[in-house]
C-alpha cells in the first residue's frame, strides 16, 4: 500500500493511527501542501491521505479509508460488529467530521478575510470550546472515547482534540491548527487531557 500525505495533516494522522493498529503499513509518498500534482495525478482530486492499495484501487478521504480498512482488515477492529452499534458509531463520525468541524474550519476561513467578522468568530469559538465538555463526560466511562478500548472515534477525534494539550509544531504552518490550539485549550479537562497523553503515545504507520 502507498500512503499519500501531507506534513503535519489531521486526517492523514487518522489513517496512520488506524494502520499502526491494525499492524499494517504503507509507503508513504510526501506531498507538498503548494503542489498537490502528485496526488492529483493519483487520485483526481488535490486532497490527502489518499490510500493506493495493492490491488490498484485507489481511496480518497480520510473515513472513506478508516472503513475500507476495517472491511478489509477487521482484526482488531475499530468498529461494532453489531449492526446498530456500527450505524451509531457511524452518525457520531459523521457528527465529527460536518458539524464539530465546523467552527474552526469557519474560523480559520474568516481570519483570512479583508475584514472578519469578529462576532461570528466569538459565536464559533465559544461552540469550540463548549464541545470540551461533551468529550470530558464521555471519558467517565473509561481510559477511551467508548469505554476501554480503542474505537474508530478516537481514531478520528484525536488528531483536532489533540490540540487542546500539545500544541502545534514549530515547523507547522497551518493556521486552522493554530486555531483549534487557541481556542481548545486549557485547564479543566483532566480526563480529556489524559486521554491525549494516552493517544499520542500511539504508534503511526507509516511513521
Known amino acids: 500500500m502507498r500512503l499519500y500525505r501531507v506534513p503535519f495533516s489531521t486526517n492523514v494522522e487518522r489513517v496512520a493511527l488506524a494502520l499502526a493498529y491494525k499492524g499494517l503499513d504503507a509507503e508513504p509518498v510526501e506531498v507538498d501542501a503548494n503542489d498537490r500534482t502528485v496526488v492529483e495525478r493519483a ?108 474505537s474508530v472515534m478516537d481514531v478520528v477525534a484525536f488528531p483536532f482534540l489533540k490540540y487542546a494539550a500539545l500544541a502545534p509544531d514549530p515547523a507547522d504552518t497551518d493556521t486552522f491548527h493554530g486555531v483549534l490550539h487557541e481556542h481548545l485549550a486549557g485547564d479543566g479537562h483532566p480526563r480529556l487531557h489524559a486521554w491525549i497523553a494516552r493517544m499520542d503515545q500511539l504508534p503511526r504507520r507509516p511513521a
Open 43 to 150: 487520485s483526481g482530486q488535490p486532497l490527502t491521505p489518499v490510500l493506493e492499495t495493492d490491488d490498484g484501487e485507489v481511496i480518497a478521504d480520510s473515513t472513506a479509508i478508516l472503513e475500507w480498512l476495517e472491511a478489509r482488515y477487521p482484526d482488531p477492529p475499530l468498529y461494532p460488529s453489531a449492526t446498530a452499534g456500527r450505524a451509531a458509531t457511524e452518525i457520531v463520525v459523521d457528527w465529527f467530521n460536518h458539524v464539530w468541524k465546523a467552527p474552526p474550519n469557519l474560523i480559520d476561513a474568516e481570519r483570512r478575510r479583508p475584514a472578519p467578522d469578529d462576532a461570528a468568530i466569538a459565536r464559533w469559538a465559544d461552540e469550540l470550546r463548549g464541545s470540551r465538555d461533551r468529550f470530558e463526560a464521555l471519558l467517565t466511562g473509561g481510559e477511551f472515547l467508548v469505554g476501554n478500548v480503542l
